[in-house]
Every structure is written in C-alpha cells, then in structure tokens.
C-alpha cells in the first residue's frame, strides 16, 4: 500500500530513538537509489565510524574525500563516489585559474580511476566585478575541453557543483540550472555532468522535479540537504524527498545521491537513518 506523506513523514519522525546503535540491525532497503554521505557534515565523527555506519545503514559510497582516505574506504568495501579537487571561489571561469585548477583535476582523475571510483568535483568560481556569465562560461569550457580527454580515457566523470549565490556563496557562477546544463551541452561530452544540489537549486530556482525530469543526460551526482537551514530532511523543511527520489528512479538516474545535510541532533547518525530511509523509494 502506498504510504500518504502525512504516513511517510510520520514514521521517519519516530526513528531518532533507534540511533546508530552498535548493536542495531543492518537496513533492509529496497536497492534503487545508491546512497552516498558527505563525511564533512560530520565533523567529530571519525571516518572509520562513519564507515561502520556506512556498512549498517546500506549507503555504498562517501563523499568528497581525497585520496589519502581511500585506503580506509577499500578496508570497508566502500566507494568514494565524489573525489574533492580545488576550492569553490577560484575556479574554472577566470583563466588565471586554469593551471591549478587543472592540475588538481587530473591528480584527482588519476588517483580516482586508480581506485576504480566514479567521479571528481569541480566549481565555476566566482563572478566578481568584471566577470559576466557568457564570459565565464566561455572560459568553464575551454578549461574542461582540455581535461575531459583524461576523465574519458580514465573512465571517470567530472561533475560541476551548482551552488547557490543566494545565501551561501554570494557571487558563485554556476547558480542556475540552465547556465548549467548550457555549459555541459557545449562541453559535449558523458565524462563532465553537473552535480545537482537539491538544497542550492531549492534556494535559487525550485522546482526540483521538472528540472531533474527534463535535464537528466546532464545530471552526473546528486546532493541532499533541507531547505532553509541545510539541515536534516524530514518535516521540518520544505522540500518533499520521497517524492523526489521517486521522480529520479522513475527518469533512469543510476548515479549516486549524496546526503550533504547538517545534522542538529546531538546524534547525528540517527538523522543519517532517517534520511536514507526517507530517500529509500
């Protein structure tokens, strides 16, 4: 039978009091989404303990680590499924950015098809006062262009992360989906995609589904988070997810959705469980 959303939210919040207990039984969950986490929204929690959580709550992967964590993901049969390579606000759209940024990419391609992982990030970076977008992404894509060939080659996928420059970095090119998906339609190949962040699209343009629904070629990753506040996902935010990981499984998405929430419980893997099985459809 079909759960109501009233039914859904209801039973995700009775789940805190089963926490991450060492002794809790693993999740059973139905295998249609790939569940990934951001360990950076869980600070004061240490890797291998994420792992084990991992391992319990049937999320597969970890994001946004670098290459000195890999050897820990290998020992509990997990993925990185996004490899961090340069920061946020000095990215691909200015041309004196392209050697550095450049180079951490194809350290991270390397190392990233070496481990047999999926995929590396990259940013726009920020407009400034002298920046405009067609200029900025002119500039995105020349530097792409001479990357993607590895990423190809490696079998790795480059994602682009749309932020929003609303609330959390003011002045972040890549802020809108149709900058986004212009930028991945010239750059023209199946080894650079965005990664879709529901939280930041939520803040700059909202409506999620009709965006995953009619741009899903360009979507490589996705990433979760409540909206206001980025925090856990269940009835305290506006945004609806089982709705949402429905409409992804329902298009053919195969890549992995990523929890990037902060959580505000003191136990912070007992919002994790209920995220998963929020976004378990």
Known sequence: MKMSRRQVLAAAAALPALGAA????????????????????????????????CKRLGIKAIDLLRPGDFPKLKDYGLVCSMTSTHGIGRGLNRKENHEGCLRAIREAIEATAAAGFPNVITFSGNRGKDMDDEQGMKNCEEALKKVVGLAEKKGVTIC????????NHKGYMCDRSTWAFELARRVGSPNFKILYDIYHAQIMEGDIIRTIRGNLQWIGHIHTGGNPGR???????????????????????KGYVAQEFIPTRKDKLSSL?????????
Request: hydrophobic letters at 40%; aromatic letters at 6%.
């Open 273 to 281: 469980e209920e995220a998963i099985r929020i976004c378990d459809v």
């Open 231 to 253: 925090h856990e996902i269940n009835e305290t935010q506006e945004l609806y997810y089982p709705a949402i990981m429905r409409a992804l499984v329902e298009a053919g998405y």
């Open 160 to 167: 682009m992360e749309l932020l929003n420059s609303k609330v």
């Open 22 to 53: 060492a002794d809790a039984p693993a999740l059973k969950l139905k295998g249609r989404v790939n569940h990934s986490v951001c360990k950076w929204c869980y600070r004061g929690i240490s890797l291998e303990e994420l792992c084990k959580a």
